[in-house]
């Protein structure tokens, strides 16, 4: 569409906004490959009657399962999780570096791809009831210090949570427990996870946030006099 002579007599930001909206639609075919249940059963099994027979045309592993190891990460020493078939067949994780894992949520009565929570400036931390005040304030005391927006949201069961856990996916797919934390990229990548809430998460948050935005805690400058 950015060919179309129409298309381009139009003002940048409206050129970028229907792409974005285009794009959006699409991707949502995409997303559902991953859902629960039989009318996620019947779309990969249309899916794959499409597909040319062979599976080295079948790649939703290696576009879905894409992680990077470098740049914005807190890397891991245990390996990423793979499928039996990497190349074929997905295998949803939140090793750092990875996709996060899709999901739907409800947010104000409205339902929501996990996609769509995501801040365009910034990060989000998602958590559980038992991690909510720990990592809450600990951002919030480390807000001041870091030019960056992070979006703390609880997810779960509970009609109380930030993010209602439509399918009840997110126990199985976080791989933290329900105290801990996965902090996701504005490109819906994990920055890094932590499997569990320390007595103090404050040190290891700012660490984190450090490595990611390549930046140092300012050095107070010494008072003259």
């Known amino acids: ?38 009318q996620g059963d019947a779309l990969r099994n249309e899916v794959s009657r ?25 890397n891991e020493a245990t390996p990423k999780p793979e499928a039996a078939h990497p190349i074929r067949d997905y295998r949803p994780t939140t090793w750092p570096g990875a996709r996060l894992p899709h999901l739907w949520v409800e947010r104000g009565g409205a339902r929501l791809a996990i996609f769509d929570i995501l801040p365009r ?27 960056v927006r992070i979006l703390v949201a609880e997810i779960g069961l509970d009609d109380g949570a930030a993010l209602k856990d439509l399918d009840d996916r997110w126990n199985r797919l976080s791989e933290v427990s329900p105290a801990g934390a996965v902090l996701v990229r504005p490109d819906g990548h994990v920055a890094w996870r932590a499997k569990d809430l320390p007595p103090d998460p404050l040190p290891q948050l700012r660490q ?18």
């Open 208 to 225: 984190v946030l450090e490595r990611l935005l390549a930046t140092q805690r300012p050095v107070p400058s010494p008072v003259s006099g």
């Open 121 to 147: 400036d910034g990060y989000l931390l998602l958590t559980q009831r038992p991690g909510i005040d720990g990592w809450r304030s600990a951002v919030q005391r480390l807000q001041d210090q870091f030019d």
């Open 1 to 38: 569409i950015q060919n179309f002579t129409l298309f381009r007599l139009l003002p940048a930001s409206w050129q970028r906004g229907f792409i974005r909206t285009v794009l959006k639609i699409n991707l949502s075919a995409y997303q559902r490959l991953d859902d629960p249940g039989p």
């Open 50 to 74: 499409r597909l040319p027979h062979g599976s080295e045309h079948y790649r939703l592993g290696a576009d879905l399962g894409f992680a990077y190891r470098n740049g914005a990460v807190a």
